[in-house]
């Protein structure tokens, strides 16, 4: 069984900077991708950045320049940092990860951590 946890979500004015993390633990060989995803009330959910196992990093459009995704290989642990929030960044936040099982393989996500940007 594999599990992922999302922390860090929370209130910030526009212009703040939260600092997301996410863990993978269970019985797995290795982790291909960790990624974030977020959906806001309504939308659908969309992709925010994908960091792999050689450090090969994507980001949406919306959050070039703001965003930093980072990874600890020796930890199973994703962080985003999210800097100069606008409202619209406000969402549910998932962190999903791409995992190598003793079998096959397998893609496993969070419960999600709310970010909201409001003054």
């Known amino acids: 069984q594999v599990h992922v946890v999302e922390s860090g979500g929370g209130l910030v004015q526009p212009g703040g900077s939260l600092r997301l993390s996410c863990v993978a633990s269970g019985s797995f060989s290795r982790i291909y991708s960790m990624g974030w995803h977020r959906q806001a009330a309504g939308k659908q959910r969309e992709l925010v950045a994908t960091?792999?196992?050689?450090?090969?990093?994507n980001y949406a459009d919306s959050v070039k320049g703001r965003f930093t995704i980072t990874r600890d290989n020796a930890k199973n642990t994703a962080f985003l940092q999210m800097n100069s929030l606008k409202p619209e960044d406000s969402a549910v936040y998932y962190c999903?990860?791409?995992?190598?099982?003793?079998?096959?393989?397998?893609?496993?996500w969070g419960q999600g951590t709310q970010v909201t940007v409001s003054s």
């Open positions: 960091i792999s196992s050689n450090a090969a990093i």
């Open positions: 999903n990860a791409a995992v190598l099982l003793h079998i096959g393989a397998g893609n496993y």
